[in-house]
């Protein structure tokens, strides 16, 4: 080989990481609602797709982010409310929410509404937009409702991750 340790090669190049944001431990919920998934709802109610996604390392605070506590609302519950206050508000359009509740893990998607061993797999139709197809689909009508289907979903999330 030459002297040549390959398996060292690419150790000491230089890795660039690009963030939306980064929040300190003392953000409120809040302010990360306000920076990351705010937004997100006014163009849900304008009709686009949207997705907020959180992804990090066992512990590093991505349920308590979007789902919060009784104390503090998460990412979710504030933009739940967001959006039922976007859609009563608007007296010259009629909506129908619906919800999808999956989890993602080691690049498999499980339905938390309707859990199976079936293979879902995410897809766009332009009449549909992005969904998972085989996914069970719930309309909701308040806020509440989709928090209870929520509620629901997590007592299927997969707990230990082998």
């Known amino acids: 080989m030459g002297g040549i340790d390959y398996l060292r090669l690419g150790q000491y190049k230089t890795k660039n990481y690009a963030f939306d944001y980064a929040f300190g431990p003392d953000a409120s919920q809040e302010e990360v609602y306000a920076a990351t998934a705010k937004p997100l709802a006014a163009k849900a109610v304008q009709g686009y797709n949207a997705c907020c996604f959180a992804y990090g390392a066992t512990g590093a605070g991505k349920t308590f982010t979007m789902m919060g ?3 503090q ?3 979710i519950p504030l933009t739940l409310e967001e959006v039922a206050r976007m859609t009563a508000a608007d007296d010259e359009a009629e909506y129908k929410i619906s919800m999808q509740y999956i989890e993602i893990y080691n690049e498999k998607i499980k339905d ?8 879902l797999e995410v897809r766009e139709v332009p009449s549909k937009g992005t969904y998972v197809a085989g996914a069970a689909d719930r ?4 806020p509440r409702a989709m ?11 997969s707990l230990i991750h082998i």
């Open 139 to 142: 309309v909701v009508n308040t």
């Open 73 to 75: 609302m998460g990412v």
């Open 69 to 71: 506590s009784f104390e």
């Open 112 to 119: 938390l509404l309707q859990p199976s061993d079936a293979v």
């Open 147 to 157: 928090m209870e289907l929520i509620h629901q979903g997590n007592l299927h999330l």
